[in-house]
């Protein structure tokens, strides 16, 4: 879901955790160096509390275990590419099995 806000653009996807270990050190460096790369600024927000997704820590206290239902926010110029791309690694459970 993609709408205008002012000059930037706001996408959000939902998310599950389907990988075993869930969101542990190797996934949140793979979604910090991700969010890196895009101009917008992208969140990852659980149970109400919201982490920027260029901040590791942030993203590791989350608490993401297995199972876990987060919403991926974008916000800027290239929101939806961005959320699209972290949902994807979300969907390819981190490369791990």
Same mark, same amino acid.
């Given at each position: 879901m993609a709408a205008r806000k002012? !000059?930037?653009m706001v996408a959000e996807r939902e998310l599950w955790v389907e990988n075993r270990l869930g969101l542990h050190a190797r996934p949140a460096m793979k979604i910090m160096k991700l969010a890196q790369q895009f101009q917008s600024q992208v969140y990852l927000e659980k149970d109400g509390v919201q982490a920027s997704a260029r !901040?590791?820590?942030?993203?590791l206290t989350l608490d993401c275990p297995q199972g876990s239902r987060l919403v991926v926010r974008a916000v800027g110029p290239d929101a939806a590419e961005a959320a699209l791309a972290i949902s994807r690694l979300f969907i390819q459970k981190f490369g791990e099995p």
């Open positions: 002012s !000059d930037s !901040d590791l820590l942030a993203l």
